[in-house]
């Protein structure tokens, strides 16, 4: 069974960072491409960031591109988004998990395979 565990979220004025972590159980994780997604209050899920395989190609949506990164640890199974100069609409429940359709920088689109999320408020 695969369990998914995010962490890091919190609240921060625009401008600030923060560091998302995620571990990931249950499936083979070299096998994967990852990924971050996002589900803002009354918008659909979309992918936010994603990284490929070995970690060499990444998916950015183009509302995050120059100011998130995303990074994978095999050794851990776990991969992390740094999110750098946050904006208000960055504000959202952070879900991290295995990609389905992947195509490096065209396409990131999630297996069903959902933790809890961490939130995170950017707000002034």
């Known amino acids: 069974q695969v369990q998914v565990e995010e962490s890091g979220g919190g609240a921060v004025m625009p401008g600030g960072s923060l560091r998302l972590s995620c571990t990931i159980s249950?499936?083979?994780?070299?096998?994967?491409?990852m990924g971050w997604f996002r589900q803002a209050p009354g918008k659909e899920r979309e992918a936010a960031a994603c990284i490929g395989w070995t970690g060499t190609t990444t998916y950015f949506a183009d509302s995050v591109k120059g100011r998130f990164t995303i990074t994978r640890d095999a050794a851990n199974h776990a991969i992390y988004l740094q999110m750098n100069n946050l904006k208000v609409e960055d504000s959202a429940m952070y879900y991290c998990a295995p990609v389905d359709e992947y195509e490096s920088n065209r396409l990131c689109k999630p297996e069903e395979t959902w933790g809890q999320g961490t939130l995170v408020t950017v707000s002034s």
């Open positions: 249950g499936l083979r994780f070299e096998d994967y491409a």
